[in-house]
């Protein structure tokens, strides 16, 4: 059975999936529950499985994940909202202090089967604080999954893979795509949570991004073949762990690799990820893994987001310089 | 019961416009004597023409022309009250709704609009003069009431309160709202207030909610007495009573400038609209509360006090113009608002040069050259 859904639509299928099948599955967060969060991605659901499994929290992220990790001592597993990518930051010292060692610091005898999901990333014209690419902060930190879905068949189903894992997931959802629809397969999940998945099969260049990314990624790949460039396209959905098999094999028979992130270059994933293809790949290659990225600038005022943001002609750029070599 | 009944209340006018002082109003009833025909009619021209320029931006935002507007719609008096008590040489830390606290403070309302349009992410000058000492906004909540704590701590150490000398001594005052009660941030900064006894008053608009979030959920007891338990002298007061709300506010920062330490107040008021364009209220609360609180609008409550005393027809016609004057102009200058040169992204993020960014930009602009000159 399948359904076309929009990614918000997706994800709340799968928190109410979540919720029916383990009773101690508990969702908090800020306004999620009659307004069913900013988004609307908990509509109903406190409405449907009440107010001690869906928890309008009291106003403080600090709070929120705090407390969360002694609910998963007790046994749950919650599932948090924060509202924006960018109050997240209150919460920082319980995620990545706490929350990511704790299971460590028990040497595996306590787990922390915690979800925060966040809305991530640009393209909404927001105000300040509301569009930001935090992944790096995450991913740099030992002991937590860092995903991101980008379809609504991944959203389904990776929310609810996240939601069984007994690490915490950091589950970065691109608010920009929360209304793009796809077809989500009800029965079979796709792939594992830490796949990373050919999305379009090409021979010139391999293309790599996550999130909302994929779909600029997409476009760029459909130009670049009016112009007669084949290019691969890989989500990468798991953004620690990487999964570097299909990455890898692609840049073995291509020979080229540009990868495009939203957030900042200095010190961000793709970073990570052209230094590691570069030292496992170095001879399949033609030229350096390229990476297109936002500037090393605060997320600048809306007006300019357009140009702060890399689009399909900042990513074709980087293969037509990836072909120059 | 509701959320007004507190017997520690501070009211001077009844929600029709009467002097009804509650008991806990009347150590502060020389102070609202003390106050002048022109003074008492400049409250109710703010309160008006905040309104009209609210109602303006909330349309200008329907059309497209902003990214987001926080109405203060309903909170006027509170807003009023505490930014007219305030002295020229106190400092002022908003939140994001203060819009009518800037307007009396000097900052000219159109920054709000460039900030809500996208096209700056403060707008303003704290340190030029002609913005009275006001910060720009803060989105991630309760986190200025720290930063005020400290600016605070700062006159303590310049000694810069405590002088003896009112025309001289500063206090600041820092705003924030029910739901930000929570926030660490604002508990630590009580603590640091209470310990270095900063000339800070905590200025807490309860509007009764934060977003869908009722004030229920933030605190079980009335927001105000965790003030006392920091160590911090606090009031309750009736934020849709222009006059308590200036009286209280006009005590507590004299008191602080004075040296006598934080002072925190809440202010009881209601979001009557939504909390920004983006919100849905009636997905979380009833018509019988929006329509027992716009029973208790500030502005017609104020208009039947002044209208008792006797002022004209002539009087409230003109409030009404300089109200409509404002938001015509605000329409116009938005209108006007050109956008921003690339370059403002790579400006001010550093204050020396910074070679990573120095390169970006000139990548930057080659590429953008490469654009226009057509892809070769
Ligand atoms: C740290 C942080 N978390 C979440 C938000 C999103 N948010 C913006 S306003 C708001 C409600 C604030 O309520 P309150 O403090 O009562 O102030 P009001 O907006 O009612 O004036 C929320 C949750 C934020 N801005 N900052």
Same mark, same amino acid.
């Given at each position: ?325 | ?129 002609? %913005? ?73 608009? %309860? ?127 938005? %209108? ?41």
């Amino acid at each position: 059975m399948s359904e076309n859904l929009p990614i918000s639509r997706a994800l709340n299928a799968g928190l109410r999936r979540a919720l029916e099948t383990n009773d101690r599955v508990l969702l908090m967060g800020e306004d999620i529950g009659p307004l069913g969060g900013v988004f609307r991605v908990t509509e109903g659901l406190q409405k449907d499985f009440g107010p001690r499994r869906v928890i309008d929290s009291p106003l403080a992220e600090s709070g929120i994940v705090g407390t969360a990790i002694g609910l998963a001592m007790g046994g749950f597993r919650p599932v948090l909202e924060i509202q924006f990518d960018g109050f997240v930051f209150p919460a920082f010292d319980q995620i990545t202090s706490q929350l990511a060692k704790i299971t460590n610091r028990h040497e595996g005898a306590v787990r922390m089967p915690v979800v925060i999901r966040i809305p991530y990333g640009g393209h909404i014209g927001a105000v300040e604080h509301h569009q930001e690419s935090p992944e790096a902060y995450f991913t740099h930190t030992a002991g937590l999954r860092v995903v991101s879905p980008s379809n609504a068949n991944d959203a389904y189903w990776m929310i609810q893979q996240a939601i069984d894992s007994p690490d915490p997931v950091v589950f970065l959802e691109p608010k920009a795509k929360y209304w793009q629809k796809g077809e989500v397969d009800l029965e079979a999940p796709a792939l594992p949570l830490h796949a990373s998945r050919v999305i379009r099969r090409g021979t010139d260049v391999t293309l790599v991004g996550h999130g909302a990314m994929v779909t600029t990624l997409l476009q760029a790949a459909a130009l670049a073949e009016s112009e007669g460039t084949s290019c691969e396209v890989i989500d990468l959905r798991s953004l620690s762990p990487v999964d570097y098999g299909p990455l890898l094999d692609s840049v073995r028979r291509t020979g080229r690799m540009v990868y495009a992130q939203e957030a900042p270059g200095f010190t961000s994933l793709g970073s990570e990820i052209a230094a590691t293809v570069m030292e496992k790949a170095f001879f399949a290659l033609e030229a350096p893994v390229l990476r297109v990225s936002g500037f090393d600038v605060p997320f600048p005022p809306a007006k300019l987001e357009g140009t702060y943001l890399p689009d399909a002609d900042r990513i074709l750029e980087a293969v037509d310089r990836s072909l120059a070599y | 019961m509701t959320p007004l009944d507190d017997p520690a209340l501070v009211r001077v006018l009844a929600a029709d416009g009467t002097l009804a002082p509650t008991p806990a109003a009347e150590r502060y009833l020389p102070l609202i004597d003390a106050l002048t025909d022109a003074e008492l009619e400049t409250f109710y021209r703010d309160m008006v023409s905040i309104r009209a320029f609210d109602v303006q931006a909330t349309n200008l935002q329907r059309q497209g022309q902003l990214a987001l507007w926080p109405p203060s719609f309903g909170q006027e008096a509170a807003q009023v009250g505490s930014a007219r008590a305030a002295r020229a040489q106190d400092h002022i830390f908003p939140s994001y709704r203060e819009h009518v606290v800037t307007r009396i403070r000097g900052v000219d309302p159109l920054d709000i609009i460039r900030l809500m349009r996208g096209l700056t992410h403060g707008g303003w000058d704290p340190t030029d003069p002609k %913005n009275g000492n006001t910060h720009i906004y803060t989105l991630v909540l309760g986190a200025q009431t720290l930063h005020a704590t400290g600016l605070g701590m700062g006159l303590v150490f310049d000694g810069k309160c405590g002088t003896g000398d009112p025309e001289r001594d500063e206090a600041v005052i820092v705003y924030y709202g029910d739901g930000a009660s929570s926030q660490g941030d604002v508990h630590e900064a009580m603590v640091f207030a209470a310990s270095f006894q900063t000339p800070e008053v905590f200025f807490l608009q %309860n509007n009764q909610w934060a977003i869908s979030v009722p004030v229920a959920t933030q605190s079980r007891s009335p927001l105000y007495k965790r003030g006392e338990g920091y160590g911090i002298p606090s009031t309750q007061v009736d934020g849709n009573d222009v006059l308590a709300s200036y009286a209280v506010s006009k005590l507590a920062l004299d008191e602080a400038r004075a040296g006598g330490g934080p002072r925190a107040i809440e202010a009881m008021t209601y979001r009557m609209g939504a909390h920004t364009t983006s919100d849905d209220p009636t997905k979380y609360r009833t018509s019988d509360e929006e329509k027992a609180w716009a029973g208790r609008d500030p502005i017609a409550r104020m208009r039947a006090f002044l209208e008792a005393r006797g002022a004209s027809r002539q009087f409230f016609d003109d409030a009404d113009a300089e109200g409509a004057a404002l938001a015509d102009d605000v329409r116009v200058r938005t %209108n006007e608002l050109g956008s921003i040169p690339r370059a403002h992204m790579f400006e001010s993020v550093y204050s020396e040069a910074h070679a990573l960014i120095q390169e970006e930009q000139r990548w930057l602009d080659d590429y953008e050259a490469s654009m226009e000159g057509g892809a070769e």
